[in-house]
């Protein structure tokens, strides 16, 4: 069984994508502008970290754009590998969007909030390079699209990973208490981190260090 990847999110700066990348991780996670949650930082910030990445690292530009066209030019602004669409596209296809910029990987987030996720991810799946669950809400007033530090139905997950056919990452709640259990349980391609290595806003060696020991437990 191949080793599962790690995503440490909500980078602030190339000090945290420095440490996240020497800890063993195999992509950082870059949060754009959202409704709502941690992390966020301005796009010139972004390039910059992206810039400065070494070329095996996956940088995931976290965008809560719904347009294909703005999505487009937000990811030719930041440079950065991989788009991780957390809403769903009210504009354009996804054909449009691999057409437009050929290289980039697509990551669309799934928010497990009930049954009904299942069969969006399944109808999803085909179209883009992987899928990322998670346990936001884009059904609010105001949307909650990441980072919330809640878990979510762990089976419905297991579900998605067994028969979608595609790359999945495992995020929402996770630290290095459950992220075994949650690989042993689910077994997704990767597993992805924002409060669970944090300590009042900031990456957190030890934090860092216990969660990755914890996905190599598991894999072991």
């Not at 070329?55 to 590998?81: H, K, M, W, Y």
């Not at 997704?188 to 944090?198: K, L, N, T």
Request: hydrophobic share 45%; net charge neutral; with cysteine.
């Amino acid at each position: 069984m191949k080793p599962t990847r790690i995503k440490i999110c909500c980078i602030a700066d190339r000090n945290e994508a420095r440490l996240a990348v020497e800890a063993g991780a195999a992509a950082i996670g870059l949060v754009s502008a959202m409704p709502s949650g941690p992390g966020v930082i301005s796009e010139e910030r972004i390039a910059a970290i992206t810039a400065d990445l070494p070329p095996a690292v996956g940088s995931f530009l976290l965008t809560s754009r719904a347009s294909v066209d703005e999505i487009i030019v937000q990811q030719r602004r930041c440079g950065a590998n991989t788009l991780q669409l957390v809403d769903r596209l009210t504009a354009g296809t996804y054909a449009e969007l691999r057409a437009a910029l050929p290289g980039i990987t697509i990551v669309q987030v799934i928010h497990i909030t009930g049954p009904e996720a299942l069969d969006e991810a399944l109808r999803v799946a085909p179209q883009v390079h992987g899928l990322l669950l998670d346990s936001g809400n884009p059904n609010l007033p105001v949307k909650e699209l990441g980072g919330t530090g809640r878990t979510h139905n762990w089976e419905i997950s297991r579900e998605i990973v067994r028969r979608c056919g595609r790359p999945v990452f495992l995020a929402g709640g996770l630290s290095a208490d459950n992220v075994g259990a949650a690989i042993r349980m689910v077994q997704p391609y990767g597993v992805d981190v924002c409060s669970g290595v944090r300590t009042a806003g900031a990456l957190d060696q030890a934090k860092l260090g216990a969660f990755v020991s914890a996905v190599r437990t598991a894999d072991a």
